[in-house]
């Protein structure tokens, strides 16, 4: 058996036996940090991918949206320059008929043309 060296104390070798203990629970502790720390950053990394990701995501629809406004826009400056072809074709078709009746009228016997007109109304 182990002597005592007196009383009250502990003996030599369970105080190896504490160290030891005491060693054992610090690295344990230690670990336990090491792993909440490595859990933390990669808890953190995928976090800042995910934002990423969702930015991505977001530049991408605003910029779909763009697009599509810029297509809108497209579609009625052709729609306006249609619409303006046609009023023109229309103001000539007008143009080309009246003169049309204006030379038949011209060309048939009896009938007052707004030339004639003009050389009566002007004193």
């Not at 036996?17 to 054992?24: D, Q």
């Not at 502790?29 to 995501?57: A, D, G, L, T």
């Not at 007008?94 to 009746?101: A, G, I, N």
């Amino acid at each position: 058996m182990a002597s005592f060296v007196g009383v009250g104390t502990t003996p030599p070798s369970l105080k190896k036996k504490k160290k030891k203990k005491k060693k054992k629970k610090k690295k344990k502790k230690k670990k336990k940090k090491k792993k909440k720390k490595k859990k933390k950053k990669k808890n953190r990394r995928i976090e800042e991918e995910e934002e990423e990701e969702e930015e991505e995501e977001e530049e991408e629809e605003e910029e779909e949206e763009e697009e599509e406004e810029e297509e809108e826009e497209e579609e009625e400056e052709e729609e306006e320059e249609e619409e303006e072809e046609e009023e023109v074709l229309i103001g000539w078709n007008q143009r080309w008929l009246l003169l049309h009746l204006l030379e038949e009228c011209e060309d048939s016997e009896g009938l007052s043309t707004p030339s004639t007109w003009r050389r009566t109304e002007s004193p």
